[in-house]
């Protein structure tokens, strides 16, 4: 029987766990990668949908806030938006670098996909008002803020999530495979910062510039942005480190902590080269 890509013949041996076909392994690598990826994906486009349509009050949180001069708060896409680190860096760690790669630039594609859709919807002439609910508007309110959403997502996007990829990957070699936690945490807090200031600086650097937006405001926003963000990226440490290694002796792939990397040729294989 001839497959249209090979399959796997590589698996780390658990003295606890059985060998298992080689058909199984591909079935499981296969399907772990398209959860991954589809959480992933499907994250990335709620968020850009969402974007900036509201602004959620941190202020209740802290105490003594009210009396702050800039309002704490977050744009309610940024709520699922460090699920998609977390996603990268299980894909970099079981995967490795090129897929994670892939799959940041099929999440550029579908950015513009989103836009593609949103531009024609509102391009394309419509039915008499009074046929649709709010005549439309409510389209159009969402399509103008998911525009500045998305063209900023896009720029920062780009920037964080290979950030994120490449520092996951150089602390996991100058660390020689061991500190988990180092290089899933000194991964997404770097590129959630960057994330956090270039959305920022791209959505309401237009109002600072024109005095309508005070610069007080601007960097209240990127620190309540970050803050948020790198709170979740420690908290998510710990599904991290669990899943890490449960996966891997699922798909029988070398625990996080291995330092002997697989052979050059077996890696392709078992599809995390």
Known sequence: MIHASPLPTQQHRYHDLPELPIAQI??????VFLVLAGLFLGTLAMLNILGITRFLNLAFLIEGSAQWK???AI?????PYPVTFLCTDFISELYG???ANFVVFVGL???LWVVLILWIGG??????????????????????????????????????????????????RVTNGR?????????????????????????????????????GAILA???TGYLFKAIIALLDTIPFYIGAHWLARWLRLPPPTHTEPLPAAAAVEAGVG
């Not at 744009?75 to 709520?79: K, Q, R, T, Y």
């Not at 991964?187 to 910062?193: A, G, H, N, R, Y």
């Open 221 to 223: 926003l990127i620190a």
């Open 179 to 215: 500190r988990l936690w180092l290089r899933n945490n000194g991964s997404t807090l770097i590129s959630q910062l960057v994330d956090t200031i270039a959305v920022i600086l791209i959505t309401f650097g237009g109002k600072w510039r024109a005095g309508e937006m005070a610069g």
């Open 109 to 111: 594609g579908l950015n």
């Open 123 to 172: 391009a394309w002439p419509g039915l008499d008002p009074g046929f649709s609910p709010n005549d439309g508007q409510t389209f159009f309110d969402v399509r103008a803020l998911a525009f500045r959403a998305v063209t900023a997502s896009m720029i920062a996007y780009l920037a964080a999530q290979f950030i994120d990829v490449q520092v996951f990957h150089f602390w996991k």
């Open 97 to 99: 670098r090129r897929r």
């Open 70 to 72: 800039y309002p704490l």
């Open 75 to 79: 744009a309610v896409g940024v709520l």
């Open 26 to 31: 591909h079935d499981r690598r296969e399907r």
